[in-house]
């Protein structure tokens, strides 16, 4: 039924705005902005993979990754991102290094937020 069916991801943030200077100036995303929708945002990701991000005045921040990152070096990601103000989050029940990354155990990640409190991360891939 859905073999064709271009599907698309969303999530909310309680402030388009900060959300919008998040995805475009610290992560470098391109983003689009629909004020006739309410301030919807379209986050443009590699492959034609567009993920939705709507305002919502009651958010809650997920309580999962929302959005994964694959990036060829986690540390170099790590370093660029928190060279850019953004802190890695740290989980009790995770096994994770000084700087938030778990290795060895799945692939090599670090998770951090977005200004709504979102849950991202940057994984291995290769």
Known sequence: MFTDTRAWSSFSVDDTGQAERFYTDTLGLRVSRDDDMGGLLTLHLAGG????VYPKADHTPAAYTVLNFPVEDVDRAVDE???????FARYPAMPQDERGIMRDNGPTI???TDPAGNILSVIEAG
């Open 81 to 87: 991102l928190t060279a850019r103000g953004v802190r």
């Open 49 to 52: 993979r567009d993920v939705i």
């Open 110 to 112: 670090a998770w951090f």
